[in-house]
């Protein structure tokens, strides 16, 4: 079977299995025509997505916080950040609820940095930063028990966020891209989006898991 002209394979989904739903993510296999007539499996990890706050002060300092990431087995630096886990909740209203809960942080002024698809060969995961200005304080509130409290808050001024992505003391892929397009921004004078801008990348898939009348996600369990 001829393959066509490169860069118009439909790739469509022949069939497709849950392999595994737990509380965040999903993940499930893909039966998927390749060029030729050929399938191959495609594994996909379902990710509700997320959002990320770079919130600058007026002084162009940005608010980080240190906290624990298993995966890591270590306590990175990152922009304020949580998971689109609220039904119906718009990704800025998800931002400025994040952005108090772990920064205690309020912002007036909202535009929209990137979008960054975390690792789009394996999962639909796609963070969506914002950049925060007219910034003030609330106040943390958090129960005891919940990971916020080992969080450390720092503040560091936007040239100095630069250089630690760029020297590695700043991993966590949304938190590099939302620095260093913040630095695009301040310095260099590019503009940001509304946050209206359009987000045709944002995970839906797993989220309609966890809607009413969907299979439950709460509990973890295994597709046979």
Do not use: K
Request: charged share 25%; hydrophobic share 45%; proline share 5%.
């Amino acid at each position: 079977m001829s393959c066509g002209e490169p860069g118009s394979h439909p790739f469509s989904v022949v069939s497709s299995r849950d392999v595994y739903t737990g509380r965040v993510i999903a993940l499930r296999a893909d039966e998927v025509r390749m060029p030729g007539g050929a399938t191959a499996t495609r594994e996909v990890v379902e990710h509700l997505g997320a959002v990320a706050v770079l919130a600058l002060d007026t002084e162009n300092a940005v608010t980080m916080v240190h906290q624990y990431r298993h995966p890591l087995g270590r306590r990175l630096w990152e922009l304020p950040a949580g998971l689109l886990d609220v039904a119906g909740e718009t990704a800025v209203h998800a931002a400025r609820r994040e952005l108090a809960e772990e920064a205690g942080l309020a912002a007036e002024s909202w535009s929209v940095l990137v979008d960054v698809a975390a690792s789009p060969g394996f999962t639909d995961e796609v963070v969506r930063v914002f950049l925060a200005r007219e910034l003030s304080s609330v106040g943390r509130e958090i129960a005891d028990g919940d990971e916020e409290t080992d969080l450390v808050v720092g503040r560091f001024p936007l040239e100095q966020a630069v250089r630690m992505v760029l020297a590695g003391e700043v991993v966590n892929a949304s938190s590099v891209a939302g620095i260093l397009a913040a630095w695009a921004v301040v310095a260099g004078g590019l503009p940001a989006r509304t946050v209206e801008a359009a987000w045709p990348d944002r995970p839906t898939r797993f989220a309609a898991r966890r809607a009413p009348g969907s299979a439950p996600g709460e509990e973890a369990t295994l597709a046979g």
